[in-house]
């Protein structure tokens, strides 16, 4: 199944997509919008062109387990992006992405205007790639 995932931001909001396989997944852009409304539409262009069959939100939950205002906000433009989409959007925690999309950009030694540019889709990616290993475990266990 073509999977992509969102990276949600209030300036910058990160796209990713496997293959219909689900092994790879690949940072596919980065949409730059500090409006909300439009930041939605802008998105659910971008997601009707990769033309994903599920769309996966970064769910930004507290450390502590509990549901902040951060979460709250992406929850509700997940929601407003189903609107505009003709297939179902799940959120998936997030929890540690964007920390790990920083370590990942400092290996690879990426730096400046550059790192800024691909940070929110390496996040993206690295959702999608967490969402993708639990498909992969859950079947794997339903296959038991």
């Known amino acids: 199944m073509k999977?992509?995932?969102?990276?949600?931001?209030?300036a910058r909001t990160g796209l990713a997509i496997c293959d219909k396989q689900e092994m790879l997944a690949s940072p596919a852009g980065v949409i730059q919008e500090k409006r909300f409304q439009q930041?939605?539409?802008?998105?659910?262009?971008?997601?009707?062109?990769?033309?994903?069959?599920?769309?996966?939100v970064g769910h930004p939950i507290n450390m502590n387990g509990t549901v902040g205002p951060r979460a709250e906000h992406c929850a509700q433009f997940a929601r407003?992006?189903?609107?505009?989409?003709?297939?179902?959007v799940v959120l998936w925690d997030e929890r540690s992405t964007t920390v790990s999309a920083i370590g990942y950009l400092n290996i690879t030694d990426t730096r400046g205007k550059k790192r800024k540019e691909v940070i929110d889709a390496v996040a993206?990616?690295?959702?999608?790639?967490?969402?993708?290993?639990?498909?992969?475990?859950?079947?794997?266990?339903?296959?038991?």
Request: glycine letters at 2%; charged letters at 30%.
């Open 124 to 144: 993206a990616t690295i959702i999608l790639e967490n969402y993708l290993a639990y498909r992969k475990n859950k079947r794997e266990q339903e296959a038991e």
């Open 80 to 88: 407003q992006l189903e609107e505009k989409l003709t297939v179902p």
């Open 3 to 10: 999977i992509a995932a969102v990276d949600f931001g209030d």
């Open 39 to 56: 930041a939605v539409e802008k998105v659910a262009a971008a997601l009707k062109e990769l033309a994903p069959e599920l769309v996966v």
